[in-house]
């Protein structure tokens, strides 16, 4: 047993070298630049998240959405028994969360909002976002803030985002549409949705816990 | 050279993972074990877009030949799904550990 | 430099978070090596990337594992009541076990779920893994196919003399070894009072603090109690396959012993 593994962990390092020494160092090296500006951005990466390979995105965010929809049915019967500690109050970490709340909500719709033209984008803003709300949760008690937060609209605008993104793709790829607006639009989308999904995921994974 | 230090970390991280899961019999070590490997697959796709001296595939943002963009783009949307993947994972081990008492590995194969 | 810098740093943390014992620990260890590599990102042209590894694999992924641990972690501890140790006080469950339980659960990151049940039920959860933790005045017993963690309060025997009769004892307690050839074996303390109350045993063995609790309820008025030799301590008993658990455990009691609460909390709860 401890053989097999060491072979196999030795194949990996393995064909990892190989790979390496085919890849690196690369001879060719495409330039970036000309790919921002065909989609008129200045971000490369952006360019090809959500021009050059959408499809990839957008199947991706499905499959976010389909992972975040397996978590909610495999937890949907389990529900915490007995009786529940009650909430330690700290007081300092519950006005820090009331100060930094704003803040960090303004600092997520940047970085989504500015995802075409500096690094950020979609995916990190969601995850701020998320991180943002369960702090909020960590200062107040989760069963208070998913009370007030946590609704099945909540959901339901989860998928609605999706929806609108598939449209907006339908746009970009079938139509042709390149402007700055569609991306800034599909990043908020992808906020939100991966915002919301994060959110649902951790108000599940701690349902009916008084603290975190 | 930052490069190549940058992957022998990655196949360094992705050995040392897999050593975990198979060695550790505990259903979240593994996990943990899968997360430290798949961030030396990220590592080593974003070490293979990065050569001596580049900037950020930003347009205009410094001197210098731009890194790859690519690769870059394709693990952006890898650490999105290793996240959702991970949280499906970590209900399955949830479920496991209510109905059967048990995350070892070995134990839960017996039945 | 500086990628060669972060490199040995964030192999470093993975390795120091692989190979912990304690589940918390490889989780914040998890989290602080997606840091460092968010940003050797940073350093490699990668700024996308870097943020967000950072809000996903070091914010959500840290988040998630931590509730999940708070979910799977559950410790299940199966007990039978004995007064200053383990006791339900109205809804409240309370006791230097208890206290010292709810310690040990904070303290890895886990919830507690108490079951009562008779001692002779604890020892077969405890055994099958189906409770973590055997607690409520146990005395080490080798023959059980258990462990027990250090012992924690000294106690003696005691032989509790009523009338004419057999011997009687609870299953699995050290106390059993002194019964003659037409002894009784008891589920648990409760039936051994009854019986004994009811005449159909003559004697009981038992601990001192049982004898004490029995004393103060005024059930044997007339009996007469006799120490026997040897001490005993009150101990955990734990799955003997669950070397995690065991670790960890003997690692906070040795860190209570270390700072003195052990005896602070024992002075608190019997005097």
Redesign the interface.
Known sequence: MKLLLALGILGLVGILAVGIAGLWPRADFPDPDPVARGWRVTNAVAAIVLGLRLWDTLLEVLVYVVAMVGVRFLLVGLHWKGELPPVSETPLLRRSADLLLGPILVFALYVAASGHLGPGGGFPAGAILGSALLLLALAKGMERVSAELYEPRLESLEYLAVVLLVFLAALVLILGLRTPAAFVTANLLIALEVAIGAWAVLHRFSSARGEV | ????????????????????M???R?L??K???L??AS?GG???L??????TG????????GPG??????P??????A??????????A??????L??HR????SR?LEER | MMAVLLSALAFGLAVFALTRKRLLWGVIGVGVHSLVLAALYLVLAAPDVALTEAAIGFGLVTFVYLLALRRTGKLVVAASPLYPLLYAEGERVAGLEWEILERFARWCHRDLELIWVPRAEILRLVRSGEAHVGAGGFLPNPHDGVVYTQGLVPTRLVRVRLGGGPIGAVVGEPGASWLGSDGKLFEDADELARALSRGEVGEAVTDLLRWREWETRDLFSGAEATLLPGEHRFAFALNPEDEELRESFAEFLGELERRGELSELIRRHLG
């Open positions: 050279m930052e490069s190549l230090s940058a992957l022998a970390l990655a196949v360094a991280s992705a050995a040392l993972g897999m050593w975990a198979v060695v550790r505990n979240v070590w996990l943990l074990g997360n430290v961030g990220i590592l080593f974003v070490a293979l877009s990065h050569r580049a900037r950020p595939p930003i347009v205009g943002l030949p731009a890194a790859d963009a690519l870059q783009a394709l693990v952006l949307t650490i999105v799904i290793h996240f959702a993947t991970l949280a499906l970590l209900a399955l081990v949830i479920v550990t209510e008492h048990t995350q070892d134990k």
